[in-house]
């Protein structure tokens, strides 16, 4: 355990700097972090080599902040998989049965051959992907400051002033569901302060982003003890408490009447109401959005930066969040539309624009004339108007949502389709892709690129999906999927072949650990051009005479995994992504396919923090997935899928998009989903195998699994599948798992037969 120093007085904390960003990019603009991690993973690269990537990514990153002409550099904000394992790592929140493997850190991310990994969900309305703070009420935590200490170290021998950026005690606690352990866990955050201000940090950033959604009294009192407590060390940074993805709300006040010195705001999806509260306080102002695309219009931004400066005081301009969700550099994509290109901002593009708003008259309401030599974006003359990615009506108006879309009731439609279908109890599948192997990868760029023919590269797809098919069937799986390997992702394989999107060649953005994806820009109206996925849906079905599943990505998903518009209500993007899906759903089911999974795994990450705007989302979100699966007759089987996002707590909106099954996670949180769907009507698959993990789950643990499901569902609405797609995982340990699932079923099968079931 580190020591304190003894505590010494602490002068008032220096000036903040004028500009900073929450947070950066971490994976590397060419995916370094990825290569590195998979690396040491498949033991191909040691930990030092891995620890090697790492630092030259953070040294990379301080240097081109610093040449942007950025003031406030943050540290800490890079992480080998996850900030919220780390800050598990610091506290000593390390769960005793991970202690004893040889890397406790990727134990708890991905598990061991013998020992599950932590739980994992979506870090709050994002599709970034968090580890769940395991604290129980023997958690000892213990500080561990290795980590930031060392980073900022390494910042000070490069010529760096740096911040250290820490998640705070109460974000952290919540997430953990654990606030009652907060008095044992400021400690911690004491000492943390106490070691920072003997290496003479000016300026510590303690992340809370729980704040932003709706409190309880206790919750509050949390935020008030947890404040009032660390501003009264003596031996302290300044406290800058950065709160994001929203208002604050009723923690502002109570925020304000700390000691902290510096507050962040998040003018983007927040806004002004409350600022003079913080009077006398540094206001970190986030007027450039962390979480799109699309350039800041100046005016907006300096009509928000004169109204905090008129009710708060001194002002620093920010992201609203980190950068993390965004791509590196829009200069590293020469495919994009010239035009289009001129209206983008990425990580690099958005750091430029918070210094041009912190170097220019913009405090004072006027329009920057020009761009700081190598950085601006603000007024470049190509760029036309500043007002988002589009301007004026849409050119084709969104329909009106249909619900139902006159399918026949759930029970007409299951004797429908369980004559068509004639599926055993139990029935086993798959959620879509299989493996994308090496070999796969590499045609697919090869085709892109000219090197292999369209011809040829068919051919190669055919060759997978038959060899995706054969091994489904040799495993003894009841519905088939085509394993998806035309695919490179869910989103971007459907926004590469329907107008109105854009997508990019560098544009990476971290998921969780090493996975990254390339989120499509959708720019204009959406519509579809021809058909998608029948093509190799209809191939499929000719090899196998077991009933093969149709793969499409359903309205909310397309677009909360793409960087939509801004110019134009949400709900009206979805629903023009809603009627292009339809239309492909009445092709797969012209082509003869009897079963169509239309996935929403992003329903929930997009319910809005805040209690009172979540009926109406869940209102419109729900009529665009029926509207998208209307066209469907009443014997073709609908399924869709959702996972790693807490949807327990929306049974009641996954029941009311009326689909025929639907499959979810439910092996990786420890099957906590089952307490909550006891009157879910339809058929339902929680998942019994964790494909995030390279484990292999037994035959033994797997049926535990399915046995917790009967427990709280009929046997006649049991699905048996993964948790997720298979697509990270290898041949090798897809085939043992999936064989142990096959094994699991036939032995439940045979009891309840035995039992005249």
Request: net charge negative.
């Amino acid at each position: 355990m580190s020591r304190s120093p003894s505590p010494s007085l602490s002068p008032s904390p220096s000036r903040f700097p004028r500009s900073t960003v929450l947070g950066y990019p971490r994976i590397g603009p060419r995916r370094e972090l990825k290569r590195a991690l998979e690396a040491y993973w498949d033991g191909r690269g040691s930990r030092a080599e891995l620890e090697a990537v790492g630092a030259a990514i953070r040294e990379r990153t301080w240097t081109r902040l610093a040449e942007l002409g950025l003031e406030g550099l943050p540290s800490n904000t890079f992480s080998l998989y996850d900030q919220v394992l780390d800050t598990s790592v610091l506290l000593g929140a390390v769960p005793e049965r991970y202690q004893a493997a040889e890397d406790p850190y990727f134990a708890m991310a991905r598990g061991t051959d013998g020992l599950a990994p932590l739980r994992m969900t979506k870090w709050f309305d994002t599709n970034y992907h968090y580890i769940v703070p395991e604290v129980g009420p023997d958690t000892a935590f213990e500080l561990d400051a290795a980590k930031p200490l060392a980073e900022l170290r390494q910042a000070r021998e490069l010529g760096f002033e740096t911040r250290p950026v820490v998640i705070g005690p109460v974000t952290f606690l919540l997430l953990a569901s654990a606030l009652d352990r907060l008095d044992d866990v400021l400690p911690c955050y004491e000492e943390l302060l106490a070691l920072l201000a003997a290496e003479g940090v000016t300026w510590v950033q303690l992340d809370e982003p729980a704040l932003v959604a709706d409190l309880t009294p206790e919750e509050l009192a949390a935020v008030r003890t947890a404040y009032e407590r660390l501003g009264a060390r003596s031996a302290r940074p300044g406290l800058f408490v950065a709160s994001y993805f929203g208002h604050l709300g009723e923690a502002l006040p109570v925020l304000a009447a700390t000691p902290v010195e510096a507050i962040g705001v998040d003018l983007v999806r927040g806004g002004l109401d409350g600022l003079g509260a913080l009077a006398g306080k540094t206001v970190v102002a986030g007027v450039v959005s962390g979480r799109d695309v699309w350039r800041t219009p100046p005016e907006r931004a300096a009509r928000l930066l004169s109204a905090v400066r008129e009710q708060a005081g001194r002002v620093v301009v920010s992201t609203s969040c980190s950068l993390l969700h965004v791509p590196y550099d829009v200069e590293a994509e020469p495919d994009l539309d010239s035009g289009l290109k001129a209206r983008l901002a990425f990580a690099e593009q958005k750091v430029a624009e918070v210094v041009e708003l912190a170097h220019t008259g913009l405090e004072d309401g006027e329009r920057v004339a020009r761009p700081r030599p190598d950085t601006g974006t603000l007024a470049r003359p190509d760029a036309g108007p500043l007002s988002g990615p589009l301007s004026g009506p849409l050119s084709r108006p969104p329909a009106e949502p249909v619900v139902g879309g006159g399918r026949a009731p759930y029970a007409v439609r299951a004797a429908a389709q369980a004559a068509h279908l004639r599926l055993p109890l139990l029935p086993t599948t798959t959620i879509g892709s299989f493996p994308q192997t090496g070999e796969l990868r590499e045609a697919r760029a090869a085709a892109v690129a000219g090197r292999l023919s369209a011809a040829d590269y068919e051919r190669r797809v055919e060759g997978e999906i038959e060899r995706v098919i054969r091994a489904q069937e040799r495993l003894g799986l009841d519905v088939l999927v085509h394993g998806e390997p035309e695919r490179n992702d869910m989103v971007q394989y459907f926004a590469e072949h329907l107008d109105g999107f854009a997508v990019t060649r560098n544009g990476w953005v971290q998921s969780y650990g090493s996975r990254c994806t390339r989120p499509p820009i959708l720019h204009g109206d959406v519509s579809r051009p021809e058909p998608i996925t029948v093509r190799w849906a209809r191939y499929a079905r000719s090899l196998t005479d077991r009933p093969v599943k149709g793969m499409l990505t359903g309205p909310v998903t397309i677009v909360a995994w793409s960087f939509a518009r801004d110019d134009l209500p949400l709900r009206d993007v979805v629903f023009q992504v809603a009627d292009a899906v339809r239309e492909e759903v009445r092709d797969l089911e012209a082509a003869g396919v009897p079963i169509i999974q239309v996935d929403e795994p992003a329903l929930r990450e997009l319910l809005p923090l805040r209690e009172a705007a979540r009926a109406g989302y869940l209102e419109w979100a729900v009529a665009a997935y029926r509207r998208a699966t209307s066209g469907a007759g009443d014997r073709t089987q609908i399924h869709t899928h959702l996972c790693y996002s807490d949807a327990d707590q929306i049974l009641d909106a996954i029941d009311g998009l009326d689909a025929d099954v639907t499959t979810i996670e439910s092996a990786r949180s420890g099957a906590r989903l089952l307490g909550s769907v006891g009157t879910f009507e339809r058929g339902l698959g929680p998942g019994v195998y964790d494909i995030h993990s390279p484990r292999v789950p037994g035959v033994d643990e797997v049926e535990r699994l399915l046995r917790a499901a009967l427990r709280t569902l009929p046997a006649e609405r049991v699905w048996v599948n993964p948790d997720c797609g298979l697509k990270t995982r290898t041949y090798e340990q897809v085939e043992a798992a999936l064989a142990n699932m096959a094994t699991a079923t036939r032995r439940l099968r045979d009891e309840l037969a035995g039992a005249g079931r």
